[in-house]
T-cell receptor, first 111, second 114 residues
């Protein structure tokens, strides 16, 4: 059973544009929502994470928006750059349980 | 100095063979994981160890056997390899299993079964 649904599967954005990736979850026990970035031939790396007591977290060009009532969260990449081209995974976890990943979004930023 | 290192990076072998993948972390973490990433890039946890004790054992064929000789190492042995085992296997570690600590991943082992 897929507990975290991610969309879109792939995304193409022009340099300087905004990339938006959305995730929805079902398990209300989830209390940690990280985003991972994966480049080809590399392992996923933590990009940014949020807990449900805040609605937004920003780190540089990356922002997570969190809507607890809708059980949705999203990643916004401002001023997208070709170097941001990668696969992005949302994930969710309840304390003491396993990390559940979304299906991934292949982001391509065209120069 | 690589935080989570796994060897080999590539593994090509025949169906029916037995192979092992090694993982080491130098972060001083208590918890280590094995993930499988399929051709569609979906990441699924297989096992997790905390201080050498198995804490997560997903529905994985018993041909897969993890071994943790100490908390810095988590190896994965696979018996009687099948075509469906072809995937990228990632090792990861985190400070502990109970709190929501970030997981640090290795660069993966690409396993190809001929």
């Amino acid at each position: 059973q897929q507990q975290v649904k991610q969309s879109p599967q792939s995304l193409i954005v022009q340099k300087g544009g905004i990339s938006i990736i959305n995730c929805a979850y079902e398990n209300t026990a989830f209390d940690y929502f990280p985003w991972y970035q994966q480049f080809p031939g590399k392992g996923p790396a933590l990009l940014i994470a949020i807990r449900p007591d805040v609605s937004e977290k920003k780190e540089g060009r990356f922002t997570i928006s969190f809507n607890k009532s809708a059980k949705q969260f999203s990643l916004h990449i401002m001023d997208s750059q070709p170097g941001d081209s990668a696969t992005y995974f949302c994930a969710a976890k309840a304390s003491g349980s396993r990390l559940t990943f979304g299906e991934g979004t292949q982001l391509t930023v065209n120069p | 100095d690589t935080a989570v290192s796994q060897t080999p990076k590539y593994l090509v072998t025949q169906m029916g063979n037995d192979k092992s993948i090694k993982c080491e972390q130098n972060l001083g973490h208590d918890t280590m994981y094995w993930y499988k990433q399929d051709s569609k890039k979906f990441l699924k946890i297989m096992f997790s160890y905390n201080n050498k004790e198995l804490i997560i054992n997903e529905t994985v064929p018993n041909r897969f056997s993890p071994k943790s000789p100490d908390k810095a190492h988590l190896n994965l042995h696979i018996n009687s390899l099948e075509l469906g085992d072809s995937a990228v296997y990632f090792c990861a570690s985190s400070q502990d299993a109970t709190n929501n600590q970030p997981q640090h991943f290795g660069d993966g082992t690409r396993l190809s079964i001929l």
